[in-house]
């Protein structure tokens, strides 16, 4: 079983920066696609930005030009670079990691507040 250990939320003024990070435990990260998603009061959880295990990636259109998602197998890590943050982005942002046989898990979520 996979745990996922988000970090690096926090309060920030818009058009500041932030940057998440998700460690794994286990060994299956390298094969595994990651994905960032977050959740704002009232509103379904959405895909932020996604990152297969050979490194491509995709955005949400809103976030686009803005974010970076990223990863380092070696340290079984997973980044999300967040630049000029608007007040629209605050959420809570969750870490997902995906396999090919639909082994799935979450971290516990990390609070992003940007405010105007």
């Known amino acids: 079983q996979v745990q996922l250990v988000e970090s690096g939320g926090g309060l920030v003024q818009a058009g500041g920066s932030l940057r998440l990070s998700c460690a794994a435990s286990g060994s299956i990260f390298s094969i595994s696609t990651m994905g960032w998603y977050r959740q704002a009061p009232g509103k379904q959880r959405e895909l932020v930005a996604g990152i297969r295990s050979g490194g491509s990636t995709n955005y949400a259109d809103s976030v686009k030009g803005r974010f970076t998602i990223s990863r380092d197998n070696a340290k079984k890590t997973l980044y999300l670079e967040m630049n000029s943050l608007k007040p629209e982005d605050t959420a809570v942002y969750y870490c997902?990691?995906?396999?090919?046989?639909?082994?799935?898990?979450w971290g516990q979520g990390t609070q992003v507040t940007v405010s105007s």
């Open positions: 997902n990691l995906r396999t090919s046989y639909n082994y799935q898990s």
